[in-house]
């Protein structure tokens, strides 16, 4: 038999996976807490019984969604570390795996980019604080591989890491939304060519 903190979680998740969608169908003003408990098969005080308000369930949905894709970006550079692939690689098999996260959770990344840019949300320091806890993990990346001489020492570190996830994001939302019927194979490669040219290429290297 589940146990109660297995109980919980998987309530927490029906309720993130319920709350995620219809803020993305309708906003984050308009959707309820009774839509929230009847889109996710609960009573409304499940809803209150396990987040405070609709405020705090949000805020914990981004933050539970950005640590997710946090890491699921370290164990991809991980796993490359372990079979020998140098920090470029490293950095094409990070953005593998950003493009299959947000393959699998394409309504959580639009809302993360539409509060992006709001400034007035309660949770806003908390996204800023998540967001960069995965950038850090590009970031981390990049400077070792500035330190191992892969690339050149000219890159600015923060913001090409901030660039890469930004491309990722953007592009993996374009794809999503408006070339669906490309496979995630043909979005990776793109990006993996431009990547590896502007990037991880010869041109960056010094001396090249």
Known sequence: ????????????????EAAVTLIAEQGFSSTTVDEIAERAGVAKGTVYYNFASKTVL?????????????????????????????RVDALDAMVRAGLDFIARYPALMQLYVAELWRTNRAWQSTLMQVRQKA??????????????????????????????????LVAALDWQSFQPERSVEDVHAALSRLLQGRVGGHACRPGG
């Open 135 to 168: 950038i850090a993990v590009i970031e981390g990346v990049l400077a070792e591989a500035v330190a191992e001489g892969e690339l050149s020492p000219e890159i600015d570190v923060p913001l090409t890491a901030s660039a890469l996830f930004g491309m990722v």
């Open 1 to 16: 038999m589940d146990s109660s903190s297995t109980r919980r979680g998987r309530t927490r998740r029906r309720l993130f």
């Open 58 to 86: 949000f805020e914990e949905l981004l933050r539970d969604g950005i640590e997710l894709l946090t890491v699921s970006l370290r164990q991809a550079a991980d796993d490359t570390a372990a079979r020998g692939g140098g």
